[in-house]
């Protein structure tokens, strides 16, 4: 079974940064696109960035230029570098990978659980 576990969440100042991890783990035939999401309470999830299997990245507009997605292929790991980050950045941040676990099963949507990132002005 696949599984997405995220860490690196916490809290930090207004300014500060944070680095978050996902790495799959399970039965994988193949990664696609991964990405990071975020969800607010009371808001909606929203995207905040993701990565093509060949390293192309697309940011919210909200976090280009603060926020830097990468991979590691051989790690089945994607990382989110949150720099100056603001109080509005306040978030659960979750992770999120299109993924094959064999070619019968074809490409599907796995997400992580969750992680908080609380950010103090």
């Known amino acids: 079974q696949v599984q997405l576990v995220e860490s690196g969440g916490g809290l930090v100042q207004a300014g500060g940064s944070l680095r978050l991890s996902c790495s799959a783990s399970g039965r994988i035939f193949s990664l696609s696109t991964m990405g990071w999401y975020r969800q607010a309470p009371g808001k909606q999830r929203d995207l905040v960035a993701v990565?093509?299997?060949?390293?192309?990245?697309n940011y919210h507009g909200s976090v280009e230029g603060r926020f830097t997605i990468s991979r590691d292929n051989a790690k089945k790991t994607v990382y989110l570098q949150m720099d100056s980050l603001k109080p509005e950045d306040t978030a659960v941040y979750y992770c999120?990978?299109?993924?094959?676990?064999?070619?019968?099963?074809?490409?599907?949507?796995?997400w992580g659980q969750g992680t908080q990132v609380t950010v103090s002005s």
């Open positions: 999120n990978g299109r993924i094959t676990e064999t070619i019968s099963t074809g490409i599907r949507d796995y």
């Open positions: 990565i093509s299997s060949s390293g192309a990245p």
